[in-house]
């Protein structure tokens, strides 16, 4: 009896196991891998520029500033860099 028991037990837990086997045709996947480089040309660029004069008057030392400002305004201009885009935030 106790054989019986064992058996129809071990018999149960046997047609509840689940396969083990996948069949891969009932699924449509599709895998794509790729690899790239792209090159641009940078469109932005940001710089800061210190101009300092030191002389003993602060006209001398304005109009100093002033003009390497206009000399480093012409040099950006003649890169092709808009006037625009030139910004001078304090002389």
Do not use: W
Not at 1 to 7: A, L, T
Not at 32 to 50: H, N, R
């Amino acid at each position: 009896m106790k054989q019986c028991i064992g058996i129809l037990s071990l018999l149960m837990v046997a047609s509840c196991t689940k396969r083990s086997t996948v069949d891969h045709s009932a699924y449509k996947t599709m895998m794509i891998k790729s690899m790239g480089e792209i090159e641009t040309l940078p469109d932005l660029a940001t710089f800061q520029v210190y101009l300092r004069c030191v002389n003993k008057s602060i006209t001398a030392s304005r109009k100093c500033l002033i003009d390497k400002s206009n000399e480093l305004t012409t040099k950006l201009l003649s890169l092709g860099i808009e006037e625009d885009d030139i910004l001078t935030t304090a002389v």
